[in-house]
């Protein structure tokens, strides 16, 4: 059958959700090998060991199609326990990849196999849900495609990004814990001048004080994008007069970004793998773990241009640059502008293509953030264990759950199992993108509405590794799972 392909873009336009595969096709595919492993990158001339996350072909990630089986068997080829989460699908709690929730750590040479059936398509990713390994590189990306080939005439690109540090993350966490989270970034720009030669810590100036609310108190020695640095970018070549679609994860720990597309402007056509109507711009948020799926045009001239990525309150930047035949790659500094704090305006434009049944919210739950005081201990509702009930739903539900930020950094919230809608910012109702992970800068509120569709015990968490392996995390339970 010939299908109109901008038809089928209308009609695929949402977040695609597919009714089960017939039996008889999932029984005839082989598991996908996904490898953990340890290997040795090269970051600004100095070697680090970091961990390896790879498919069946070698190459980060895995790349499948909607309606395809996530038959996966993820062999742990390292001396440590671990353990990886799907995050953007929404399989069975069992098969969730979270220690003391979902199931036990993958121990060193052992392997386990996952078996759902991969209902949403998007920009996911997968990551380490062990501890801080996910500082350490421990993620990959996760692609759903709608169609093997594009669903618009052009290319697509995948970038995942990282905050890198030569450092033990635990240390780092002991010394946000036993420094104080306030002087930890500083006590660390310390350490990290007698330990290395990063110019870019020479100054030890801790942020101003109406920049204390960004997620900048962990100083990094670099930010990747793929793995490189501005030092030796990834160079795309793209097409004169040609599409882009950059499908922009942020796998960093504890950094959120800006996409800044320089000269460049772009459509944002998906959030966390969701279609939201398009939001043209040359700047873009992205938060913690969300993903960005951005649409660009490439100028009929030609030429070489960059794509930075940003962390806020810092002056270090990552990028890729997309390139022209033949052009002049510039050389493009690490160090940069100081980029401002994340906020909501953008997240205020988004919608959602896909409609949700229109069904009422039968609860709304008051969820606090807190903690974060001189012990960098976080909590929700104040509860610091990690695994503490949080609330818990029913199946069929529809629930609201206010959050409301009473600490002085943001945190970027992340559901697992479910997809929500963001229905309000403050006091203002939005019909907002269907997402999962939202950010709550502090001070703030923001409202979510999930469908409770997914029976388990699910993670619900700050995505920023340390405030998350500081307490920040709870989850949320079904009265009515077996
Ligand atoms: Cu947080």
């Keep these: 059958m010939i299908v109109n392909r901008r038809r089928l873009v209308a009609g695929l336009a949402g977040a695609a959700i597919l009714p089960l595969m017939p039996g008889k096709i999932r029984a005839?595919?082989?598991?996908?090998?996904?490898?953990?492993?340890?290997?040795?990158?090269?970051?600004?001339?100095k070697a680090a060991t970091v961990y390896g996350l790879t498919g069946p072909?070698?190459?980060?990630?895995?790349?499948?199609?909607?309606?395809?089986?996530?038959?996966?068997?993820?062999?742990?080829?390292?001396?440590?326990?671990?353990?990886?989460?799907?995050?953007?699908?929404?399989?069975?709690?069992?098969?969730?990849?979270?220690?003391m929730i979902s199931q036990d750590p993958i121990g060193p040479g052992q392997s386990y196999d996952y078996d759902f059936i991969n209902t949403r398509s998007g920009t996911h990713w997968m990551h380490s849900h062990m501890g801080l390994q996910e500082q350490q590189l421990l993620a990959a990306p996760l692609i759903v495609r709608e169609t093997r080939e594009p669903l618009f005439d052009g290319q697509e690109h995948v970038v995942l990004l990282h905050d890198f540090t030569f450092r033990d993350p635990v240390e780092i966490l002991s010394e946000l814990q036993g420094g104080g989270g306030a002087h930890a970034g500083h006590a660390m720009d310390q350490t990290q001048m007698d330990h290395s030669q990063m110019d870019h810590s020479s100054t030890g100036e801790m942020p101003s004080a109406d920049a204390s609310a960004m997620l900048n108190d962990i100083v990094y020695d670099a930010y990747l994008a793929n793995d490189r640095t501005l030092d030796d970018p990834e160079v795309v070549t793209v097409e004169k007069g040609g599409q882009i679609r950059l499908r922009i994860i942020n796998g960093a720990a504890a950094s959120n970004m800006w996409i800044d597309l320089g000269t460049l402007e772009g459509e944002l056509i998906a959030v966390d793998g969701s279609a939201i109507y398009p939001v043209r711009g040359s700047m873009f948020p992205l938060a913690i773990a969300q993903r960005a799926d951005l649409r660009i045009r490439i100028p009929g001239g030609g030429g070489a241009f960059p794509v930075l990525f940003r962390p806020e309150g810092v002056d270090m930047r990552t990028g890729v640059v997309l390139a022209t035949q033949g052009a002049a790659i510039p050389k493009i500094s690490e160090a940069g502008d100081t980029a401002p704090a994340l906020d909501l305006a953008q997240e205020l434009l988004y919608r959602a293509v896909a409609r949700p049944p229109d069904e009422p919210v039968t609860r709304t739950e008051m969820l606090m953030l807190t903690g974060g005081g001189s012990d960098y201990v976080w909590g929700l509702n104040g509860k610091s264990m990690m695994h503490d009930t949080i609330f818990t739903v029913r199946q069929g539900e529809r629930i609201s759950v206010m959050m409301h930020n009473m600490t002085g950094m943001a945190h970027p919230m992340h559901l697992h199992g479910h997809y929500f809608k963001v229905t309000a910012i403050g006091n203002m109702a939005i019909d907002g993108a269907i997402r999962d992970v939202v950010l709550v800068p502090a001070g703030e509120t923001v409202t979510v509405t999930f469908d409770a569709d997914n029976p388990g015990t699910w993670a619900f968490h700050c995505h920023h590794a340390y405030h998350m392996n500081a307490g920040m995390m709870g989850t949320i339970n079904y009265s009515s799972a077996a």
């Design 28 to 45: 005839q595919e082989a598991p996908r090998l996904v490898t953990v492993s340890k290997r040795t990158l090269d970051v600004k001339g």
């Design 57 to 99: 072909d070698g190459k980060p990630g895995l790349d499948m199609l909607l309606g395809e089986p996530f038959r996966v068997r993820l062999f742990n080829n390292t001396d440590t326990e671990t353990l990886i989460h799907w995050h953007g699908l929404t399989p069975p709690s069992a098969q969730d990849g979270v220690p």
